[in-house]
């Protein structure tokens, strides 16, 4: 069964840098999304795509968040100038249609 | 203003017992869709079950099924015989709006623990 994966699985960085969270959604996926959730609090979202552009986002995705779909597989999440309190799971998901949203494992990651 | 309620943080159900999970949620879209995830302690999200707001009958699948109650706004998770495997985080989202947004807002979880 296809599943939605994600690379790393964990990242450490400097604060300031610039880190790329990828993600591969399942082949006949439509509607993307990337979700984060801070060490045992609740998930929040960041952003939604669909065609190939944002369709919406919320207010933790402000100017140092940008997502890509590169290449029509690959689904990426990229933090320009890390800040500490950027450290949290970073969950893609995807689905077919609006009724289900498929999240991969997740990549952790820590801003030092 | 929070838009999905889930205020038991903690529940213990005997294995093989029924479990209800409440959740409520807030919205004036008409048209918007309900989720219930489960995250075990390896902190996997696993999405078990949808009710879209215009879905007729409450969904089910296998020992899950959605209480949807449209008019009071609530959309508890009940988990028939439950088992020490469903020992989780729970997790009730909303996704409001079919007009492009998809923005789907979580609640705080609920923690269930089957004891044997």
């Known amino acids: 069964e296809p599943e939605v994966t994600q690379t790393p699985s964990h990242q450490v960085t400097q604060m300031g840098q610039e880190v790329i969270l990828r993600c591969v959604p399942i082949?006949?996926?439509?509607?993307f999304y990337w979700y984060r959730q801070i060490l045992g609090q609740k998930v929040e979202f960041l952003v939604s795509?669909?065609?190939?552009?944002?369709?919406?986002k919320s207010e933790i995705f402000d100017d140092q968040f940008s997502v890509e779909r590169p290449d029509g597989s690959n689904f990426t999440l990229k933090i320009r100038s890390t800040k500490l309190e950027d450290s949290a799971m970073y969950f893609c998901?995807?689905?077919?249609?609006?009724?289900?949203?498929?999240f991969g494992p997740g990549t952790r990651l820590l801003v030092l | 203003a929070q838009k999905i309620t889930q205020t038991q943080p903690g529940m213990f159900v005997q294995e093989k017992e029924a479990v209800t999970l409440d959740c409520t949620y807030d919205?004036?879209?008409?048209?918007?869709?309900l989720f219930w995830y489960k995250q075990p302690s390896s902190g996997e999200m696993i999405f078990l079950i949808y009710?879209?707001?215009?879905?007729?009958q409450n969904a089910t699948e296998g020992r899950y099924s959605l209480n949807f109650q449209k008019a009071r706004k609530s959309a508890n998770l009940v988990i028939s015989a439950s088992q020490l495997g469903d020992s989780a985080m729970y997790f009730c989202?909303?996704?409001?709006?079919?007009?492009?947004?998809?923005?789907?807002?979580f609640g705080a979880g609920t923690r269930l623990f089957v004891k044997a």
């Open positions: 009710q879209g707001s215009y879905d007729q």
């Open positions: 795509f669909y065609n190939n552009e944002i369709s919406e």
């Open positions: 082949s006949n996926h439509l509607y």
């Open positions: 998901a995807g689905g077919q249609g609006l009724e289900t949203q498929y």
């Open positions: 989202a909303m996704r409001e709006g079919r007009g492009g947004g998809f923005k789907t807002i």
């Open positions: 919205t004036s879209d008409p048209s918007y869709g």
